[in-house]
Antibody, heavy 116, light 107 residues
Framework: EVQLVESGGGFVQPGGSLRLSCAAS????????MNWVRQTPGKGLEWVSA????????YYTDSVKGRFSISRDNSKNTLYLQMNNLRAEDAGLYYC?????????WGQGILVSVSS | EIVLTQSPDFQSVTPKGKVTITCRAS??????LHWYQQKPDQSPKLLIK???QSISGVPSRFSGSGSGTDFTLTINSLEAEDAAAYYC?????????FGPGTKVDIK
């Protein structure tokens, strides 16, 4: 059974940093692309970042380029999202999701709050 | 950025009724358009991939069609458990984008 479990969220002040983790199980993690998607009441679902399963190419939405970094540790079956210089508009529920394109499995989400 | 619009925003349907949700893209996405269902307090669930391809375990009353810029998700013989929000999602061009969602309620 595929499982994706996010962790690392929490409350941070603007300009602060957080590192989200997504522990994967039930599939050959290193063979699949992975995504981070966030959800807020105001903007709905928003794609944030992706990493390929083939060559670890990375992709970002414009609003997080230069601030967020996606990475993976295939030996630990874990996906990461390093978030720096956080802004109020980065707050939301962050999901990791399996596959590079169609998102076939989603974690339960982890909450990120950004406020002074 | 490709903008996805969905209509209607909200639909209330009686059990066994039919639901039709449309998703329109601001430029062609070919068939790289996927549909998700999200129930309250749950993560999204993939219903249809690449416009019309079915997903294992998803009831056959859910179907998708379309290509280019116009897509449709159809739910036949609606059941109470289908009350949820439905989102389209394109993966043709970066940044990938989602539609704003359509909420389906059971009368």
């Amino acid at each position: 059974e595929v499982q994706l479990v996010e962790s690392g969220g929490g409350f941070v002040q603007p300009g602060g940093s957080l590192r989200l983790s997504c522990a994967a199980s039930g599939f050959t993690f290193g063979s699949y692309g992975m995504n981070w998607v966030r959800q807020t009441p105001g903007k709905g679902l928003e794609w944030v970042s992706a990493i390929s399963g083939s060559d670890d190419s990375t992709y970002y939405t414009d609003s997080v380029k230069g601030r967020f970094s996606i990475s993976r540790d295939n030996s630990k079956n874990t996906l990461y999202l390093q978030m720096n210089n956080l802004r109020a508009e980065d707050a939301g529920l962050y999901y990791c999701a399996k596959n590079q394109w169609e998102l076939v499995y989603w974690g339960q989400g982890i909450l990120v709050s950004v406020s002074s | 950025e490709i903008v996805l619009t969905q209509s209607p925003d909200f639909q209330s349907v009686t059990p066994k009724g039919k639901v039709t949700i449309t998703c329109r893209a601001s430029q062609t996405v070919g068939t790289s358009l996927h549909w998700y269902q999200q129930k309250p307090d749950q993560s999204p669930k993939l219903l249809i991939k690449y416009a019309s391809q079915s997903i294992s375990g998803v009831p056959s009353r859910f179907s998708g069609s379309g290509s280019g810029t116009d897509f449709t998700l159809t739910i036949n013989s609606l059941e109470a458990e289908d009350a949820a929000a439905y989102y389209c999602h394109q993966t043709t061009n970066l940044p990938y984008t989602f539609g704003p969602g359509t909420k389906v309620d059971i009368k």
